[in-house]
């Protein structure tokens, strides 16, 4: 016994021939355009910002690479938050987000981390303001200050051949080693005749 579906996908073809001529048909549906429940560009935007800010407050880093993993960067959300509860938050949030005096939009505001370091010239007179963004801002160490020092030194200065440098008392960053080695270096190839350092 033959299937009756060819016979009736024949005969709905050819009511809509008579009825509609050659025009495709639409979908009734209305398609992805049509449905309200999706969500805008800013709802989108307001999810993506709380995720990752919520992320970067409560969620837990993998220590090492782990076998099951093939990427290093996933962050896994403590054991005691269950994906009801951050939705909850979310929705409390979300809420509160038109009221400014409310924690709530703190989630909603992506602040752009920075590291500073400043050069203050007497002979300009001007200091020079190092803004790093913290996806270029590998360490605070004394790396980075050799290199704000030796840009200020190619780009600012003005051919002293005598230099006095007044920095913090941080071992990190200033009073170490490898600082006192490249004011020693600037030294030897003449690029300056001395330098004191102070902290």
Known sequence: MQSSAPFKTTRSLDKALH????????????????????????????????????????????????PEFSREDIKLLPSS?????????????????????QPGPMYFLVLRKVGLFGVCCEGLPKQMNFCIDEAHLIS??????????????????????????????????????????YCAWRCCVGLHQSITLNF
């Open 81 to 101: 938050e269950t994906k009801r509860k951050v939705y909850g938050i979310y929705i409390k949030a979300r809420t509160k987000a038109g009221n400014p005096l």
């Open 140 to 181: 605070k160490g004394s790396n980075a200050v050799i290199s704000y020092l030796h840009y200020f030194f190619e780009n600012y200065g003005l051919g002293e051949t005598d230099t006095h440098l007044h920095c913090d008392n941080c071992s990190g960053q200033n009073k170490n080693r490898f600082v006192l080695w």
């Open 19 to 66: 009825t509609r001529g050659l025009i495709p048909s639409e979908k009734k549906s209305g398609g992805r355009c049509c449905n309200t429940r999706s969500f805008t560009f800013e709802d989108i935007k307001h999810t993506a910002s709380f995720i990752n800010n919520y992320a970067q407050e409560h969620a837990l880093v993998l220590p090492c690479r782990v």
